[in-house]
């Protein structure tokens, strides 16, 4: 079962996986009836610690919360002590001091909601940390992927974009691979990182090798300071050369759908033709969600010891 | 106490294992013999003991001056004789940096004052280890200084090394190298491949090391000066010096512990005591490394000991600091992880940690021979025990080996003749 926390995918069983999205479909089902006063968390508290800018995370973390009406409260980094100098782990000795029942952290390192997690006894989500795992976006993708298809097993996946900093594409390829879908990903040599192919992910050696028959094309955001960093010379030779556009998108299966955690860079790796065609579900991603985050922390919340609370 | 019998002790030579009595007198190894009949002297019981010479630990950091909270001379002599280190060579990344004649005397004198272990400086090659220009090389070797090195941070321009081998060999001062280039580097925290990515930590490739091993292996060859490789790590680093040997280049070069005890797979709970720079590799890397030991590529075992506050490591992974607090934990990991298993015999560790280091910087030491000083070591192989980090007389507590079982306890440290450590 779901320990106190959610920390990545890579150690969460299929089974648990599958537990948060069916209990995804229920939240997702109040939301459509616009119950946004639910009962689940009333008389919790979710803080949300953020040490990067974020507005969809953040906010859809924050809206989960409450509608499930639990209290919460929003850090950033900007404005905290942090910027006086205090330590992530004294951070959460405080948080916890103040009786929060779970906290989101969302981190420009990897690894920083696992230390987190050892010193405090709230819940930690991981919002996505540094270059590691972003869970609750590949619970999201799925979401979104069983919705359309009706199970993961036996999908072709292709992840293109900034595979070797995208903690977006580890947790996609975590999860897929105990689902039963296949992984292919395809980036420029500068951007795929080592050791992937070992993680599970077929590395394609050509765009239409990756787009062939894809049930899902998940892009991914190309960052500006990439480019800066010397890592592909322009963005215009990015999209030419590893972008997708129609063309390209119709080797993909023909019921294919289009996917990408936001926020886009029109052009450069989706082409506006691509993400605004029919089949894209960017937007349905992100009403997705706030259904997924609901299922987590109703999960966590639950599980924590006969689901009391940090007293 | 004037004269002192080591009796009942097996001896380990650099070539032999034997049991054999020892002598000491004036600080000084007066007898070796298989029976000497303890008349008229005190007795140390080494019945069941290994009795070795003083280990030499040519590559430590005791932070002294300047760092004072994470470890100064006198806690980190105390840590050495408890590690059966009788000879410590301390790098100059101090505060302010040890590139000059007055800085090598303070840690001389301070070394001399605490009186444990025996404390020799090494200088920095430029100025501020900054890499522009050299740094006072015949004035410190003149203050004490027994080798030149820019540790912790790399000597980046090619020529700026190749000037420090030529102009440290007038003074017959080695050049002790950290390879490392930064470039290569660009902010990485631990090994580039399979782990990191798994981690999402960022890596740091094996080229970062090897290219500037090749570069200083190159210099070394073509100028005909010694240069010597600080603190190997990678597979690819330990072919490129043996080849070198093998051509008759004049490089030698060293490894620590944590490069032949763990693989990168550590890293996978984020703990920060096991960011080392560089940092821990692979399985072929490890096998590497030993076979490099074991033949001699590599010539000798160091620390690198790197003791930290505990704050500096009770961070991210990215902030915390790079380094290990090895120097009690050396031996018994060398001797568990080398001897135990049979990859190295006895003699070969003791070439490794004593005989090699002295010989390289020309220390006196290095093996039990009449005449010598008595720095020796006696340790119990027989014993087990878990390292526990609270042990440490360090004041770095941060060691990756935490609960580790190993064999090989010191009983006792002598430093020309006096006990200065006593389990």
């Known amino acids: 079962m779901l320990g106190k926390d959610l920390l990545g995918l890579y150690n969460v069983s299929a089974e648990d996986i599958t537990l948060i999205l069916d209990t995804a479909v229920g939240m997702k089902k109040l939301l459509t009836q616009n119950l946004k006063k639910l009962p689940h968390l009333q008389g919790r508290t979710v803080t949300t610690l953020f040490y990067e800018n974020s507005t969809r995370t953040r906010c859809s973390f924050e809206l989960a919360a409450k509608y499930l009406g639990a209290g919460t409260v ?19 000795y405080t948080l916890d001091a103040m ?41 999201l993708d799925f979401f979104t992927m069983r919705e359309k298809f009706g199970t993961l097993k036996g999908l072709k996946v292709a992840i293109l974009g900034d595979i070797k900093h995208s903690r977006v594409a580890k947790s996609n390829l975590f999860g897929l691979s105990k689902l039963g879908a296949e992984v292919v990903m395809y980036a420029p040599a500068t951007l795929m990182p080592q050791g992937i192919d070992r993680l599970g992910a077929k590395v394609a050696k050509s765009r239409a090798e990756a787009l062939a028959g894809a049930n899902v094309v998940m892009g991914l955001r190309i960052q500006l300071e990439r480019q800066q960093g010397g890592l592909f010379p322009t963005l215009s030779e990015y999209n030419k ?23 886009v860079n029109r052009g450069v790796e989706l082409t506006s033709e691509v993400i605004d065609a029919g089949n894209s579900k960017i937007t349905e991603q992100v009403l997705n969600g706030v259904a997924v985050r609901m299922a987590v922390l109703f999960l966590l919340v639950k599980n924590r010891q006969g689901g009391e609370k940090n007293e | 106490m004037n004269k002192l019998l080591i009796k009942n002790g097996t001896v380990v030579f650099p070539d032999t294992t034997k049991k054999c009595d020892i002598l000491i007198e004036g600080g000084k190894i007066k007898k070796i013999s298989e029976e000497i009949a303890a008349e008229g002297c005190d007795v140390l019981d080494a019945a069941g003991l290994h009795v070795f010479p003083g280990l030499i ?165 073509t100028l005909g000066k010694r240069v010597h490789i600080c603190h190997v790590s990678t597979k690819g680093g330990v ?185």
């Open chain 1, 74 to 92: 929003n850090i950033s980094a900007s404005s905290s002590s942090v910027q006086k100098g205090e330590t992530l782990i004294d951070t959460g």
């Open chain 1, 99 to 139: 009786k929060n029942d779970v906290i989101v952290i969302r981190h420009p390192m990897g690894g920083a909601p696992h230390i987190l997690a050892r010193h405090v006894k709230a819940s930690i989500v991981n919002g996505g940390d540094g270059m590691n795992e972003h869970p609750t976006q590949a619970l």
């Open chain 2, 57 to 221: 630990d040519m590559h430590v950091h005791l932070r002294e001056p300047g760092y004072e909270y994470k470890e100064d001379i006198a806690s980190g002599s105390a840590a050495a004789v408890r590690g059966g280190f009788t000879q410590v060579c301390c790098m100059p990344n101090t505060n302010p940096v040890c590139d000059n004649a007055a800085v090598v005397g303070y840690i001389v004198s301070r070394g001399k004052a605490v009186n444990l272990t025996k404390v020799h400086p090494i200088g920095a090659i430029t100025v501020g280890e900054r890499g522009e220009q050299l740094a006072e090389i015949g004035k410190m070797k003149d203050a004490g200084a027994v080798a030149v090195s820019d540790d912790g941070k790399p000597v980046s321009d090619a020529r700026m090394m190749r000037l420090a081998m030529e102009y440290a060999s007038d003074f017959g001062m080695l050049c002790l190298s950290h390879c490392e280039d930064k470039s290569l580097v660009d902010g990485g925290v631990v090994n580039e491949g399979y782990h990191s990515t798994l981690a999402g930590l960022k890596g740091i490739p094996r080229a970062a090391e090897e290219v500037m091993i090749a570069r200083e292996i190159v210099l070394a060859e």
């Open chain 2, 239 to 423: 072919q490129m010096l043996r080849e070198a040997k093998a051509r008759g280049v004049k490089v030698t070069a060293e490894t620590c512990p944590h490069y032949f005890t763990l693989t990168d797979e550590i890293i996978l709970s984020y703990d920060t005591n096991s960011k080392v720079n560089p940092p821990v590799r692979e399985e072929e890397d490890v096998a590497a490394i030993i076979e490099g030991l074991r033949d001699g590529t590599l010539d000798c075992i160091v620390t690198d000991h790197a003791p930290h506050h505990r704050d500096e490591k009770n961070v991210e992974y990215n902030l915390a600091a790079f380094g290990i607090s090895g120097i009690e934990t050396s031996f018994s990991l060398s001797y568990t992880n080398l001897v135990k298993t049979g990859k190295l015999t006895l003699n070969q560790l003791v070439q490794c940690m004593s005989t090699a280091p002295a010989n390289i910087l020309n220390l006196e030491g290095g093996s039990l021979i009449e005449g010598q000083v008595a720095d020796i070591m006696v340790a119990d192989l027989n014993e087990k025990y878990r390292i526990d980090s609270k042990d440490f007389v360090s004041k770095g507590k941060n060691t990756p080996f935490e609960g580790m079982e190993v064999y090989g306890r010191i009983k006792f440290t002598l430093v020309d003749g006096d006990i200065k450590y006593r389990d």
């Open chain 1, 241 to 263: 050369y590893y972008g997708v556009n129609e063309d390209l998108l119709r080797l993909a299966d023909k019921d294919c759908i289009v996917m990408h955690p936001g926020p």
